[in-house]
């Protein structure tokens, strides 16, 4: 390899005016530019797209933190709402606690009967076959369960909307639990 002298010159070109270091010719390599990190920051802001791209996050970071609703609730329909939420309470829908109880209870006896090399050993893989399938049935009844109160909760947001004060709240908690 043949090491040539490097000279430091100011580029030609219209849209940058770097220097640049030239250690052989037609070998360009740039230097940091006077300004160093703020000039490049500044040449990428200064891009169409890289400063709608930058406008829009700023605008979603805005929205999900401090804007309000759009769409103010009246009176009757915020009513309607928390009598429609208060129908998606366990309580509410028939059978809801007692499936979830014998839903909890199976799958405590199932870690109880589910050790270490269970397939193995006779005794607690017959236990698991034993109760595995009620509990499938519990867990399928479970989601037949959890689906209605879902579309009970999908009714009640419904009736106010998605850009009023409630259904703005649900989706920061969403985006924030998530």
Known sequence: FFFAETRTFSCVCPACSCETEMSTPGNVVPVAAGGGALVRAGRLIGRPRVLAG??????????????????????????????????????QIE?????????????????????????????????????????DDAWAEMQVLLKEQEARRSAAYATVGVWSDFGVEE????????
């Open 54 to 91: 930058l406008s829009l996050y700023l605008f979603g970071l805005y929205a999900v933190l401090y804007a309000t609703a759009p769409i103010a609730v009246s009176p009757e329909l915020e009513r309607e709402f928390t009598e429609k939420m208060s129908r998606t309470a366990p309580v």
């Open 95 to 135: 059978g809801f606690i007692e499936a979830e109880l014998k839903l909890h209870q199976l799958q405590e006896e199932m870690y109880e009967v589910r050790v270490w090399f269970w397939r193995f050993r006779p005794q607690y893989r017959e236990q698991v076959e034993r109760i595995q399938p009620h509990l």
């Open 171 to 178: 989706a920061r908690a969403l985006l924030w639990s998530s």
